[in-house]
């Protein structure tokens, strides 16, 4: 069995403190194998950096991914070019910089599959994510049994039709982008496991990872703020998926969210 822990959306750099405090703790109390994290609010709360990225991956996680906010830092296009270990979601048009899934083995030499793919329900219009989906699938045959899917997504109902499009052919669909973890986890009859939100790593005492006077302050004037991450208690929010390197089915998926103290 594989033991995968999926982290939600890490935001700012409270989401960076706990993720690098519980991580290596979780990790080693869960035996766990690989690591995912959702990156894309880890620069301040929108945008992603090279030295914020390589950050995260030093503290353990094995390849983040992101979505439409990935591209609030400018300095991050040329890193996507080069490197393995952070994906942009897979639907955006031919020539963008950067690659949408890869595949990397865990410790044990287990290959696994990861899959980054963005919603358009309430969000830009893309590519197809499902046609993306099936087409990175279909070329994963013979590379890796395990594929997770990230589908960075805004509406539920999207997110639960791409469930059932892909299910019994990847090992779990996990939703990302609303921050707020959803209660429906499950795994189908198929072996795939699903959940539409894993919810958000970042300050507790706060509206989806930013303070709350700067969002409220937003909605009430429909007129742009400036967001800046919360502060106080933290979180670590996502799942926890168990998987057959055999089948790529997964036996169990498990919600995780740990606390700590400022």
């Known amino acids: 069995m594989v033991r995968i822990l999926f982290i939600g959306d890490i935001v700012g750099k409270p989401g960076r403190l706990v993720t690098k ?20 609010n880890a620069a301040g709360v929108a945008g992603l950096t090279p030295q914020v990225a390589e950050e995260l991956l030093e503290t353990g996680i094995d390849v983040l991914t992101t979505g439409n906010h990935v591209w ?5 296009e040329s890193y996507l070019r080069d490197t393995t270990r952070v994906l942009r979601p897979a639907n955006y048009p031919d ?7 890869t595949v990397l083995k865990t410790a044990g030499g287990i290959e696994v599959g990861i899959i980054n793919l963005e919603g358009r329900v309430f969000m830009r219009p893309l590519e197809c994510p499902f046609k993306a989906g099936n ?9 890796a049994t ?36 959803t209660a429906d986890e499950q795994v189908r009859l198929s072996g795939t496991a699903y959940i539409t939100d894993v919810g958000m790593t970042g300050a507790t005492d706060s509206i989806i990872g930013i303070k709350k006077e700067e969002a409220i302050a937003q909605l009430i004037t ?9 502060k106080g208690d933290r979180q670590l929010q996502g799942v926890l998926l168990d998987v ?17 103290d400022d």
Not at 23 to 40: K, T, Y
Not at 136 to 142: M, R
């Open 21 to 40: 405090a519980l991580l290596p703790q979780l990790v080693g109390s869960r035996q766990i194998d690989f690591v995912i994290a959702n990156a894309e």
């Open 72 to 76: 609030r830092k400018k300095q991050i």
């Open 95 to 101: 020539g963008v910089v950067g690659r949408g899934h």
């Open 135 to 143: 087409e990175i699938i279909n070329g994963l045959a013979g590379k």
């Open 146 to 181: 395990i594929i997770i899917v990230d589908f960075h997504a805004e509406a539920t109902s999207e997110k639960q039709a791409l469930g059932w499009y892909l299910d019994g052919r990847v090992s779990a669909i996990v939703g990302t982008h609303t921050h707020v973890q």
């Open 222 to 230: 429909q007129t742009p703020q400036k967001f800046t991450p919360a």
């Open 244 to 260: 057959s390197p055999e089948t790529g089915h997964t036996q169990e998926i498990e919600r995780i969210c740990r606390t700590m």
